[in-house]
């Protein structure tokens, strides 16, 4: 390993080509701006060509390059003054709903899954997604077959936003919730107030194999080597 002394830098600008140089892994995407019109361009170009990166992102990061400058304008407790950071709205995609499932919880509560047509969304490819209880499907008009328009909330967590109406052939298929539960059988009941469907059974299947897996997680008992290895309480 060869050390190198003496080397001084006026720019952050230069210290990323410099390592680049030596064969560190450095961003790829930077662009030096001169003023406040080139910046503005440069967060729409870094914007257009989020999808062609090879990894995900969710905003630009503007920076003082000349170091002395960021020398005088220091740090508050939480973060510079020299940088900030703007963010992008989530990325939206078209994708086919392909069918919904039900998925029941330790409590007993069935959650409706959209099983959706892969599509690749902010670096991930998302495949399927709660829609969370009977009025969200409700409140979006759902039907399995729909074209449905998918982002990741926070840039994290996959959710369907809307559906394109415009794009039905005609043999879409509405979907009503489970009057019974789709693993044991028992009833399933929606209490008043509540937008929740829950399985009444009390030897539910499904119900005990998620207790059993909360009972062992980090957040509760934490036994170590124990661990959810796959789920079978996901059924048509």
Not at 127 to 132: D, E, G, I, M
Not at 213 to 221: D, K, L, N
Request: hydrophobic share 35%; proline share 5%.
């Amino acid at each position: 390993m060869q050390k190198i002394e003496g080397k001084t830098f006026n720019s952050h600008f230069e210290e990323l080509e410099y390592l680049e140089s030596l064969g560190f892994n450095v961003n790829p995407v930077r662009i030096e701006c001169h003023n406040i019109k080139e910046i503005e361009k440069a967060i729409l170009k870094i914007g257009e060509d989020r999808e062609k990166l090879t990894f995900g992102i969710d905003g630009a990061v503007v920076k003082v390059d000349d170091l002395k400058f960021r020398e005088i304008l220091g740090a508050t407790a939480k973060c510079p003054r020299w940088a900030i950071a703007y963010k992008y709205p989530p990325e939206k995609k078209e994708t086919k709903l392909k069918d919904i499932i039900c998925q029941v919880g330790r409590t007993g509560v069935i959650t409706p899954m959209a099983i959706l047509e892969p599509v690749k969304v902010a670096g991930s490819t998302i495949s399927k997604t709660t829609l969370h209880n009977e009025d969200f499907i409700k409140e979006k008009g759902l039907m399995i077959g729909d074209i449905v328009e998918i982002q990741k909330a926070g840039d994290v967590i996959p959710e369907v936003v809307g559906v394109k109406k415009e794009k039905r052939t005609g043999n879409e298929i509405p979907f009503e919730m489970p009057k019974f539960c789709p693993v044991c059988g028992a009833e399933a009941v929606r209490e008043e107030g509540e937008a929740a469907i829950r399985c009444t059974g009390i030897e539910c299947p499904a119900k005990l194999l998620r207790n059993l897996i909360h009972f062992v997680s980090r957040e509760a008992m934490n036994i170590e080597g124990l661990r959810r290895k796959y789920n079978k309480t996901i059924i048509r």
